[in-house]
């Protein structure tokens, strides 16, 4: 398949005419072919028109037209083959095993939102009867369904060139919602982000939806994304990166004449508390589990473990050696990009530098360039909790072991963190009374809590959430993993005393669809 | 029974320290004992501090204890008798019978959120059992619940001095949730906020719950306000009221090192639809329920009809002329305070020296301080289309109708519509195609949508939806009346792979809450 660097708006395919990007191999340092000429301000302006015309018909598209269009995106990036495969190693320096691997996971994920759109929960519909016969006064017939906020923002991710990118979690909840999309693809993975978008595009085309459902800009700065979210016609927009750059563009979207949700998910550190009884009878285990889930992806997960918390104690020197060991033969990994390879190194310089924190180990350097050197470090308790910075994340294979001189300096230092994503306690039968002690700090302080699992694994499921209080998200009452991740882009409306012929599908009174319903308050059974 | 004065911190009574308020009977323009001396910084730390204390308590308690503190509520309500309605009619100007009616909403609200909170669907369930033979990964265990996301700061609204002010909507929803709640007074009703405050802090007494659960604050000026938005320990707020006040707040929560969800209902003008069909044949009835809808409460409801658009012709001259016998007949009312009476005559009187508004009739002048005197204005569609400024809400009795030339320049006058809380369709069955080109429109721009109904009763239902896009509310996801209400104040917590020992009873295996439940994507019968 050959890669054109075009835009693409709506079916067209457009060159750019602003600066223009060029992916770079990052285990090699060589530009890949073709340079993806930036978009202009005029192509937001297209892309947005588009999508608006398309918002009002694809929002009412059937459930079962809306379920078929996100298989046939499934169906179109299979059907890319290993051309896809190839072009996201070249470009991320991932390995063939977890990008085919990514590529079931972003297909699997697209056909779970198929089914989730089918079974229409996501509507909410709740139906309160009339009851002209009440007194003081009669009541009205008021029934709720949720429609699709409007034309969605999605900004790829740089660490999952598929699941969270061009046609991954974000976009395929928001195509789920009803919601048109426009991607800002990722700079680091231009050629793959193209593959995937022409996917779509043909999905949209084959569907016979209208075009605006979909388009795909490439941009060198950051006027690109700046623009989408500015645009009026954008009501939300979805983020998978750093801290800074969420923040900034959450404030853009919140400052706009009529502001709008940003669903950013930023940073996190994933602590993982180590209890007593789990550290004496299982220590070793505990840390090539560790040191597993650190390593993996070279550490650029957003969940990766970079906070471990444990009473000091001689389980607790006999984890860290084994950990040591574990982590000094660990292989070096090609990072993502040379950017975040940067930040990595200033990270673990920060950590090296830093006065009260030993360095337990490093991992193999590597001889090619964008190699992480894992790295292990320890501070005390006491002096985690006297410097913030210590909880700033670094992306890539670094973790810091938290000494603590007893369980109340644990409990202290769960109830210090910022907000996460996860939290895992590793534990058995003779911790729960502390677990029970800890769990109710780390309800307030992640998305996700485990027990003796590593939080590297994110399950794309019913149950899952990916979010967590600020800064792990910038909105904690969501999810970016999952099938509730579709509620982002709803809202409710409520129609009282409309008749039949208006009344939307979902809310008539023989319940065509056959949903799960709210029927004056009591939960009906689902047909 | 006695007003002392004082701010309720916890089980306590406390005399402020600053500035004083003191409630003004807007009929008379006499002021009202006693003063109430306003708090201070410290007092909202401690407020703060005993929220902070009684939350991860209260947030688990049983939902049976939960449900019958809210019924307590309701019940220390209505045994404070005659006193709480004559004090709210010496501090608002409004009747008898409708302070009488808004305690019914305000007990009766109370009792719903009882039953949500008993019926459990808020927890949202969703378990995603394990499968440990899954190829090639074994799936862990998943589930899903809901929690609270903290003390909830409340700013009580002038215009609802019961029902959406101490005990309100935003109150008895966060109390359902789990979230302890501080409640600002509103400074128009402080003996009515004092009344009830001490019902609510004689609940959390003989409920046994932490004193934290409730506090009430006054305070004259915004500083008050303002430390508790950005209290670290305050995680959401509610307000209703002006779209400056509004803004001003839900800026600051945003701007917090921890931004937080701010619940703002704001400003809304509510359009109302006459389609040719129904104007023709019903004309004048329409005329009399819309004049009626308008002066109720003097037009201080969030959802009066400010706005009536219709294709110009006979039957919308005549509609005009009914409307304006209609009004002129129209008596004076008392509005709530003097500032709200000021803001009313600013507004009245920016639309009588419009160049392009035409005054159709004014009601009835009193003789009384604060009297509202009814307006009602007309514009042509292209002169409301270019003048921004006519959007805006006049708070009170004022109603402004567009004249269009013909059924596309109604759509246009829809479509360039800011966000409402509500639209109206006055139709006939000869109309339903005409309404069916402006339902799509509407359902962008409203929470809810009526046909043959006026927007001014809001039904506290399940399947109410009073929101809308900005600058209706803040986040048109939500809605602040109705039982959905709850859910502004929870977000999502997964727990995975936790022994049976650690997991929150609503989470169990044999569901020993009886409640509604997303089992591996399928809703389960609630037994």
């Not at 390879?341 to 673990?348: D, L, M, T």
């Not at 193999?364 to 190699?371: F, S, V």
């Not at 502390?434 to 998305?447: F, N, S, T």
């Amino acid at each position: 398949m050959t890669l054109t660097g075009e835009l693409l708006i709506g079916q067209r395919a457009v060159t750019g005419t602003q600066a223009a990007i060029e992916a770079v191999n990052p285990a090699t340092d060589e530009k890949l072919e073709p340079a993806y000429a930036g978009g202009s301000k005029a192509d937001v302006e297209q892309a947005c028109a588009l999508a608006w015309e398309a918002f009002d018909s694809y929002r009412e598209t059937s459930l079962e037209a809306r379920a078929i269009f996100l298989e046939t995106i499934a169906d179109e990036i299979e059907a890319i083959g290993d051309d896809l495969i190839e072009r996201a190693m070249a470009e991320t320096g991932l390995p063939q095993a977890r990008l085919t691997g990514e590529r079931g996971r972003t297909c699997g994920q697209l056909r779970l939102f198929a089914k989730v759109v089918r079974a229409g929960e996501w509507l909410d519909v709740r139906i309160d009867p009339a009851q002209p016969e009440r007194q003081p006064m009669p009541r009205v017939d008021l029934r709720q369904r949720h429609i699709a906020l409007g034309p969605v923002a999605v900004f790829g991710a740089s660490n999952f060139p598929l699941a969270f990118s061009v046609a991954g979690g974000d976009t395929a909840s928001a195509l789920a919602a009803g919601c048109p999309v426009i991607v800002k693809a990722h700079s680091a993975h231009p050629g793959t982000s193209e593959l995937v978008g022409r996917a779509v595009q043909k999905a949209v085309k084959s569907c016979n939806l209208p075009e605006g459902v979909f388009s795909l800009l490439f941009g060198s700065g950051r006027e690109i994304g700046q623009a989408l979210v500015l645009d009026p016609r954008i009501k939300a927009a979805g983020f998978t990166g750093s801290r800074s750059g969420g923040t900034a563009l959450w404030k853009l979207a919140q400052g706009r004449p009529e502001p709008i949700p940003f669903y950013a998910e930023m940073s996190s550190i994933n602590p993982v508390f180590l209890l007593p009884s789990a550290l004496g009878t299982r220590g070793e285990e505990i840390a090539w589990g560790f040191i597993a889930s650190l390593n993996m992806g070279a550490g650029q997960f957003c969940t990766s473990p970079g906070l471990v918390i444990a009473e000091k104690g001689p389980a607790l020197d006999s984890f860290i050696q084994t950990a040591r060991d574990a982590l000094q033969e660990s292989a070096s990994q090609t990072m993502l990009t040379s950017g975040i390879f940067e930040a990595y190194q200033q990270g673990i310089s920060k950590l090296t530098q830093h006065g009260q924190v030993q360095e337990i180990a490093r991992g193999k350097t590597g001889d090619t360039p964008n190699q992480c050197q894992a790295g292990l470090f320890m501070t005390k308790a006491a002096d985690f909790l006297a410097d913030e910075t210590l909880q700033e994340e670094v992306f890539g294979s670094s973790s810091l072991i938290i000494e603590c001189a007893n369980a109340s300096e644990v409990a202290q230092v769960a109830e210090h963190l910022e907000g996460q994503l996860t939290a895992t306690l590793q534990m058995e039968d003779a911790d729960v009374d502390v677990a029970r002690q800890l769990l109710p700090i780390l309800e307030r302080k992640a998305g996700r809590i485990m027990v003796n699992g590593w939080p590297t694994g994110v399950e794309v499921g019913h149950a899952m959430v990916h979010g967590g209080p600020f800064p792990a998200t910038s909105d904690s009452r969501t999810t970016s993993v999952g099938t509730a991740a579709v509620y982002r882009f709803l809202r409710p409306v409520c129609y009282q005393d409309l008749p039949a012929a208006l009344l939307p599908e979902a809310l008539k009174d023989n319940n065509p669809l056959g949903l799960s319903r709210l029927y004056d308050g009591q939960r009906e059974a689902v047909r």
